[in-house]
């Protein structure tokens, strides 16, 4: 049986482009029988934000929320938090010295983040968080990592710590693979269709977040950015109307080739009025969901979180002992 990990971080207010890039496929795989799932929220990595104690505690249960919103089978998969298992952090520190300095410095996302908090924002958790990332995926032997192209960097820098730890003491980690889903897998800006969709944007007017309601919905959609001319056509020459076609494709199901031939001689504004409606019909049975799974009282949220931390720890212990074991480590 294959194993799948993934994970959602819980700083900022998740956005279509999750949904679409990740959450919506987790919900349709998770209870695939030839696969086991392990979901978890990243509240560690959450830190490097430095969130208000009980925002970072709501945000990491409604993560849960959602994900039970989309669809993930608690039953056949595990959704916990990466702070409930210790192990994250201790094989962290052992993998540090499998990484090397170089390797973390060509990390794009850190360059990118950290030039734009400034000197007081060059934190060593932001430096060190693709070695956390490894012990997330490489303590639970897994198989698939699905991704979002801008993490692809960090499965290769997993890949190559695995690798090298391997080379050293032995066959102890498996090697995993990035799985990137195709259509959809980078939903950009609404406001500016050169950069991704992302929920750590402080300005939302470009993001469809996932709490939305439909006058806001509708809202941003009727008024995203468009491409000279006045069809409906996909194309390097138009990323803001190939954006909004690949939205209506993976939530309608029809091909993009499909929806350029149906709105064919029409305007821009019939076409985003009906994208909207595509949008607020996904999106609002989940929203309904994660308001129940919400509401206090509702213990539905820490059944699935005890489930889940009860085989991560069992898994992750064994893996960690077992690394112990090879390295000398009482």
């Not at 970072?56 to 608690?74: N, P």
Request: glycine share 6%; net charge negative; aromatic share 6%.
């Amino acid at each position: 049986m294959k194993r799948v990990v993934s994970g959602i971080k819980p700083t900022g207010e998740l956005t279509l482009g999750n949904y679409i890039g990740a959450m919506r496929r987790w919900g349709q795989m998770s209870a695939d029988p030839d696969r086991e799932h392990f979901f978890f929220v990243p509240n560690l990595h959450a830190l490097t934000a430095r969130p208000e104690p009980e925002v970072l505690k709501r945000d990491s249960r409604s993560a849960v929320a959602w994900l039970l919103a989309c669809g993930v089978d608690h039953d056949h998969s595990y959704i916990f938090m990466q702070s409930q298992v210790p192990a994250h952090s201790e094989l962290m520190w052992i993998l540090n010295n499998y990484t090397t300095v170089g390797e973390l410095n060509r990390m794009t996302q850190y360059k990118d983040k950290s030039s734009k908090m400034g000197a007081d924002g060059q934190l060593v958790g932001l430096y060190d968080y693709p070695v956390l990332m490894a012990a997330d995926i490489l303590l639970y032997d897994a198989d698939e990592v699905p991704v979002g192209e801008d993490q692809k960097q960090h499965i290769e820098l997993t890949r190559d710590i695995a690798t090298r730890f391997n080379n050293v003491h032995g066959e102890t980690f498996k090697v995993p693979a990035p799985t990137v889903q195709e259509a959809g897998a980078r939903i950009m800006n609404l406001q500016d269709p050169t950069k991704k969709m992302s929920k750590s944007d402080t300005d939302d007017s470009g993001n469809i977040l996932l709490r939305d309601d439909e006058k806001m919905i509708e809202k941003k959609i009727l008024r995203a950015v468009t491409d000279s001319g006045s069809s409906v056509e996909a194309g390097p020459e138009k990323p803001a109307l190939t954006n909004l076609l690949v939205i209506m494709s993976v939530l309608s199901g029809k091909s993009v080739n499909e929806l350029e031939q149906k709105y064919a001689g029409h305007g821009y504004g019939e076409f985003k009025q009906d994208l909207a409606e595509e949008v607020i019909r996904t999106l609002k049975p989940l929203q309904r969901i994660h308001e129940q799974l919400m509401h206090e009282g509702n213990d539905k949220i820490d059944k699935a979180l005890e489930h889940g931390w009860w085989r991560a720890s069992e898994l992750a212990n064994a893996k960690l002992a077992q690394v112990k074991e090879v390295l000398g480590l009482l």
